[in-house]
């Protein structure tokens, strides 16, 4: 499955949306959809994906949010590269696969989150770090080209109108993979 992306870019997803299905059959997860983040397209750009795997389709994409790192919060200086680190206090987004957790109560957005259980070595330190997917005001629902996605402390936040939508498919679905990627430009 290839996605369009920016001036016509195409992605293909294909081998991680395979692995993505391999790994929720061994796992035990979820196989009717799954979440992929691709931190290597700009932050301006819808780049959070929801998969069908059953039906092996886009069911909707949004804008997200990463981490500023070294930046300054609520800035959009690292729109073109996300900085990435597990890093206690690094306040950078964590690439790898997670499991969607328990909803909770969030002091942003709708005041929904999610907690998210890093699986690989990358993103292992996500509920020490309290890495949730949440809503933020901040996050507009449409794409922003060229500007970027304000930046938060590391978690995956989406717009409001985007997390109501997110919240309902996750109430009827458990044990959902979130996969976070970086391709290459």
Known sequence: TEIT?????SIDYTSYFNEAQQYCEENNLNQELFFLIDLGIHSGLKRFFIYDLKDKKLL???LVSHGCGSSVWGGTYTKENAEISNQVDSHCSSIGKYMVMNRGVSQWGIKVNYLLDGKEETNSNAIKRAIVLHSWEEVPNDEVYPNGTPEGWGCPAVSNE???????I???????LFWIIKTEK
């Open 5 to 9: 992306i920016e001036n016509k870019k």
């Open 60 to 62: 909707k994409s949004c």
């Open 162 to 168: 985007s997390m109501m939508e997110i919240d309902s």
């Open 170 to 176: 996750l109430q009827r679905n458990k044990k959902v």
